[in-house]
């Protein structure tokens, strides 16, 4: 299908139902990390489970409203980063991750976001990319604080999740602000 390299060993690709051996591998080493904010993938707790899992991401995909990537260092599924809630009529998408220990302070979902977001912004035309996640999910909210995102606000104890409600801190970027930021970059970088 598609590998796009991120650098440093590591590459975007698609992760569909065919992929559940390894992608229940991934979250059997990583599980508690990964739930720690997010129950993602927790319902994945055989190859049948996780093919499931994958399979709700393909019928997004197919349905245009979401999509689901992994990412792979040096050939082994580390993580992932998605579209949620994505709305190309209203041009509005949330991003999303999540990764193992083995993939973390690498700055890999902060390079496959921007991949999505270029993707969302250019070639779909999306004018609001959206961040969400919990306040005390600190790694998280670093990763939209490097892809130059505003802080919209906080949805007080809105989340609840293993027994304690959780506050959600809300981030964005807007397709202007993405296009300045990233015409600056490329600017540095000559």
Excluded at 145 to 152: A, I, K
């Amino acid at each position: 299908m598609y590998a796009i390299p991120l650098g440093d060993g590591a590459e975007l690709r698609p992760l569909e139902p065919w992929n559940a051996e390894e992608f229940l591998a991934h979250l059997e080493r990583g599980r508690d990390f990964v739930n720690q904010y997010v129950p993602f993938g927790s319902q994945a707790r055989d190859v049948e489970s996780a093919r499931a899992t994958l399979q709700r991401y393909a019928d997004l995909r197919a349905a245009d409203t979401g999509s689901l990537h992994g990412l792979w260092l040096d050939g082994t599924l580390v993580g992932g980063v998605l579209f949620l809630n994505f709305d190309a009529e209203n041009a509005n998408c949330e991003v999303g991750c999540w990764l193992e220990p083995a993939g973390t302070g690498r700055g890999l979902v902060t390079r496959a976001v921007r991949v999505l977001i270029d993707f969302a912004v250019e070639r779909r035309g999306v004018h609001r990319v959206e961040w969400v996640a919990s306040a005390g999910n600190t790694p998280s909210l670093n990763v939209a604080r490097r892809l130059g995102m505003t802080r919209d606000g906080v949805r007080r104890e809105s989340y609840p999740y293993r027994g304690v409600r959780h506050d959600l801190e809300v981030w964005s970027i807007l397709a202007p602000e993405w296009r300045e930021a990233r015409a600056r970059a490329a600017h540095r970088d000559h």
